[in-house]
C-alpha cells in the first residue's frame, strides 16, 4: 500500500482510527500512514495536508 505523510491543517485537530493524533499544522515533521480510504476523505476534505519530502542529503565521499 502506498504510504504518505501527513499533518493536520491549520486550524484542525484529526484522530487517526487508531486513536493516535495526528501532528499539528506547525510540526516540523509529519506521520507516515498508509493512503487509506479514511485519509483520502481526510485530504480531500482538507482536514489535513501531505508533508513535502525533505531532499535527501547526498553523502560526502571522502
Known amino acids: 500500500m502506498k504510504m504518505v505523510t501527513i499533518r ?3 486550524g ?6 487508531d486513536g493516535t493524533d495526528v501532528p ?3 510540526a516540523e ?3 507516515t500512514v498508509p493512503l487509506d ?10 482536514d489535513v495536508v501531505r ?3 525533505k531532499p535527501a542529503t547526498p553523502k560526502k565521499v571522502a
Open 12 to 17: 484542525r485537530q484529526v484522530p487517526l482510527p
Open 8 to 10: 493536520c491543517a491549520e
Open 37 to 46: 480510504m479514511f485519509i483520502e476523505r481526510r485530504l480531500a476534505a482538507g
Open 51 to 53: 508533508v513535502p519530502a
Open 29 to 31: 515533521d509529519g506521520v
Open 24 to 26: 499539528p499544522h506547525d
